[in-house]
Structure formats: C-alpha cells, structure tokens
C-alpha cells in the first residue's frame, strides 16, 4: 500500500512539473521539430479559423496565445537554426480587408510589419499558398500553430529552405555542371 501512495505522489509531482515548466507545449513541439525539418517543410503560424487539415503529415497544434507573439517566436527559432531559413508567405487578400469589416486589421498589419522587418515576404493569393503547402504535404512535414487571432487572411506561412545554400548558389552549381558536359 506504501508503494502505491509513493507511485500516484510521483505521477502528481510529475504532472505539477509538466505542467510549471511547460513541458508538452507548442513551444516544446516548435524546439523538436525544427532540427528535425529542413528545406521543403512548412510552419505556419494560423489564425483561429484555419481548419484542422487531414494530411497525414500536417500537425495541428491549438497555442491558445496571440499570433504575433507565436510568429516572434517560430521566426527567433528558425534564425537560431543554422540549417534553414523561411521562405515567409502571405496572403494577398490581408492588404484589402477593411477595417470596418475586421477591427484591428489596420494595426495587425502594422505590427506583422514590424515582425516580418528584413525577411524575404512573397504575397499571393490565399488559395495559392494552399496549393503549394498541399502539395508539399504530401511529401514534408508541416506544423501548424493555430492561435486565437479572429482577422481574416492574417496566417503566415513559413516555408522552409536551406539556411546555408542558397537559389543563387545552386544556380551557380547547375551552370557548372552543364559547363562540365
């Protein structure tokens, strides 16, 4: 009877630890996932509204946090690795939402600005971006950080590439090879 109190008083502490240190959160999944990914995966830090998607390699994760303040932190950690480098996708339609019809788009949009300073941005078409992350389901991993955002068209997708070789280099690289032919 002691060892079963001793047992269920060290899975209690357990959880209270899990629970105080953070252990098991989006922030963990986020620090696992990036060594693992490369060039070709995809993280995108959504809004409230994004479905759940059914491939089986995209992995949804609810963050319950702000999205400017999960996107400061995928951009920290993608910075941090040494081995990639987002490719950051936007959605065309974030430009026009009025903000009549979603208040506080205007200052969303100021302040993704300001996160997204210096970074490499492609703005498309939303559809688009969903071709091109469906596609790249199907073969690489994508991890979706839902937050509680409630604007529209205001998901930022991260695709990864090779944080060390760059377009220009493979382009220099595919020259030589035909040269060598």
């Known amino acids: 009877?002691?060892?079963?109190?001793?047992?269920?008083?060290i899975i209690v502490l357990a959880l209270v630890i899990v629970s105080v240190c953070g252990c098991g959160?989006?922030?963990?999944r986020l620090n696992e996932v990036v060594p693992e990914y490369?060039?070709?995966n995809w993280i995108v830090v959504a809004d409230s509204a994004y479905p759940k998607q059914s491939a089986p390699g995209i992995e949804t994760i609810a963050t319950g946090?702000?999205?400017?303040?999960?996107?400061?932190?995928?951009?920290?950690?993608?910075?941090?690795?040494?081995?990639?480098?987002?490719?950051?996708?936007?959605?065309?339609?974030?430009?026009?939402?009025p903000e009549a019809d979603a208040p506080g788009v205007t200052a969303y949009r100021n302040a993704?600005?300001?996160?997204?300073?210096?970074?490499d941005v492609k703005v498309m078409p939303h559809e688009d971006i969903i071709a091109e992350l469906d596609k790249g389901s199907e073969m690489f991993n994508v991890l979706l950080l839902k937050t509680?955002?409630?604007?529209?068209?205001?998901?930022?997708?991260?695709?990864?590439?090779?944080?060390?070789?760059?377009?220009?280099?493979?382009?220099?690289?595919?020259?030589?090879?035909k040269r060598r032919k």
């Open 1 to 9: 009877m002691l060892q079963v109190h001793k047992s269920i008083k």
């Open 25 to 28: 959160t989006w922030q963990n």
């Open 38 to 40: 490369g060039h070709r």
């Open 65 to 97: 946090k702000g999205q400017l303040e999960v996107l400061d932190v995928v951009l920290e950690a993608i910075a941090d690795a040494p081995h990639v480098r987002a490719i950051v996708m936007l959605d065309a339609e974030l430009a026009s939402v």
């Open 112 to 119: 993704l600005k300001k996160s997204l300073k210096g970074k």
């Open 148 to 177: 509680d955002l409630t604007i529209p068209y205001t998901s930022v997708f991260l695709q990864l590439d090779c944080g060390y070789w760059s377009a220009e280099k493979e382009k220099n690289l595919r020259q030589a090879l």
